[in-house]
């Protein structure tokens, strides 16, 4: 099973500036790695997929890098609204699991 | 517009059985693989099943093999999830997601969730 560790756990920025999640991977998944944003009482909401693609609709601010083990999203000019949870997910490894990381939850100051 | 709207979530007696169903509409639901990706309460999100865009292929995390069963109507455009044995780990809100694209890719869409609990 490929474990995948976020980090930090909590992450605290102003507004205007930039902010790096990391996720890292136990093993290789090439650059089968997704982020996803989660606001309290709502569906998650894919941001990037293929490690650096974004997802339709989403604002050029939010970027994502890196391949093999190691990964992370960048959002630059951080709004209030960009207040969630962050999750990776790898989709290399299946069917046997799509290992979701256990969250960077973002707080904006 | 993509929508996808669960049902059938509820309170359960340890060791009963539900059946989950996310109606999809707005885009070609034949096409498309689809999960079940669930998040107890409080928790991170946990993978639970996958369908092939053709029902062919189902692939389930360990926790819930022989217990849930996957399954789609591409004729009623529904994705299904039969959980038996429930027990009290189950317990959690249940979205149905749509991948980008084949079994091997990510959920580009997802629905609003159905609550289910598990306890006597």
């Known amino acids: 099973e490929i474990v995948m560790t976020q980090s930090p756990a909590t992450l605290s920025v102003s507004p205007g500036e930039r902010a790096t999640l990391s996720c890292r991977a136990s093993q290789s998944v090439s650059s089968n790695l997704a982020w996803y944003q989660q606001k309290p009482g709502q569906a998650p909401r894919l941001l990037i997929y293929?490690?650096?693609t974004r997802a339709t609709g989403i604002p050029a601010r939010f970027s994502g890098s890196g391949s093999g083990t190691e990964f992370s999203l960048t959002i630059s000019s951080l709004q209030s609204e960009d207040s969630a949870i962050y999750y990776c997910q790898q989709y290399n490894n299946w069917p046997s699991m799509y290992t979701f990381g256990q969250g960077t939850k973002l707080e904006i100051k | 517009e993509v929508q996808l709207l669960e049902s059938g979530g509820g309170l359960i007696q340890p060791g009963g059985s539900l059946r989950l169903s996310c109606a999809a509409s707005?885009?070609?639901?034949?096409?498309?693989?689809m999960s079940w990706v669930r998040q107890a309460p409080g928790k991170g999100l946990e993978w639970v099943s996958v369908?092939?865009?053709?029902?062919?292929?189902?692939y389930y995390t360990g926790s819930v093999k022989g217990r849930f069963t996957i399954s789609r109507d591409n004729s009623k455009n529904t994705l299904y999830l039969q959980m038996n044995s429930l027990r009290a780990e189950d317990t959690a809100v249940y979205y149905c997601?749509?991948?980008?694209?084949?079994?091997?890719?990510?959920?580009?869409?997802w629905g609003q969730g159905t609550l289910v609990t598990v306890s006597s």
């Open positions: 707005g885009f070609a639901f034949s096409t498309y693989a």
């Open positions: 293929a490690a650096s």
């Open positions: 997601a749509k991948h980008l694209g084949a079994v091997a890719a990510p959920g580009d869409y």
């Open positions: 369908i092939s865009n053709n029902g062919g292929s189902t």
